[in-house]
């Protein structure tokens, strides 16, 4: 059973995000947040800072893109050496043929759904991701409370994926901390963002490290991922 640990730059100091990545070699992904103050109300990072990130990045990156027309932008993030690029459903015209361009282009292909949409519309579409995101606040900020009331999300996307039996990564992004990523994990995800959970601290390394021995304990003994 896979346990994956994303640390979310959005937390880190812009000014250095080499040592962002430097801060925390144990960690699987960095991930990236793309917002273009269209999709959400906040602007952040475009394809120039994924290229030089990419670059000295210890990690492979994990582009998490809150942009409209992602059919047209999400690509390029993938040319500037992105290793999973997530799109999100409510901004997308053609989400099939985007994660088939993703995947031919040798990216993983992730779908994220905001708090209020629901997975089972895009239950026959989950064969052609390598990821799902579920939100677990409003994308747009950092450091926001988690939402509770999207675990039954999460539980219900794990369940379609243990009975398609496919290959698909879950991810919760948004107040994932030590008090809340076990209920995550418990819940069926396995792919855990966390920006002020690690950036906040005096030592990203080391908090990366907690969150994954919490993370791995509440599987092993969860519904999904015991064995
Ligand atoms: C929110 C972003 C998250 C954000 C999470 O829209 O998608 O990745 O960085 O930050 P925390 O972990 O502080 O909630
Ligand atoms: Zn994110």
Redesign the pocket.
């Known amino acids: 059973m896979g346990i994956r640990i994303a640390p ?1 730059i ?2 880190a100091d812009f000014a250095n995000l080499e040592a962002a990545s430097a801060s925390v070699t144990g960690a699987d992904w960095l ?1 990236i ?1 793309v917002m273009d103050n269209h999709f959400v109300p906040n602007l952040t990072i475009g394809q120039p800072v994924v290229e030089s990130l990419a670059r000295v990045s210890k990690q492979p990156l994990d582009c ?1 893109l ?1 942009i409209e027309d992602p059919d047209r932008w999400a690509p390029g993030y993938v040319e500037a050496g992105a290793a999973s690029v997530t799109f999100h459903v409510e901004a997308c015209h053609a989400p099939v043929r985007l994660a088939r361009e993703l995947r031919s282009q040798g990216a993983r292909a992730g779908m994220a759904l905001k708090p209020a949409t629901p997975v089972e519309p895009y239950e026959d579409l989950l064969g052609e991701l390598d990821m799902l995101l579920v939100m677990t ?1 409003e ?6 409370k988690f939402l509770d009331l999207v675990l039954p999300k999460v539980r219900a996307a794990r369940e379609l994926v243990k009975g398609r039996d496919l290959d698909l990564w879950i991810q919760v ?4 901390s030590a008090e809340t990523v076990e209920r995550c994990a418990e819940a069926g995800a396995d792919v855990f ?5 690690v950036y906040d601290t005096d030592d990203p390394g080391r908090a990366v490290e907690g969150l994954r021995a919490r993370a791995e304990q509440a599987t092993a003994s969860s519904w999904w991922g015991a064995h």
């Open positions: 979310s959005l937390a991930h947040d998490h809150m606040v994308p747009g900020f950092g450091g926001q992004d948004g107040g994932v963002v966390a920006g002020s959970a």
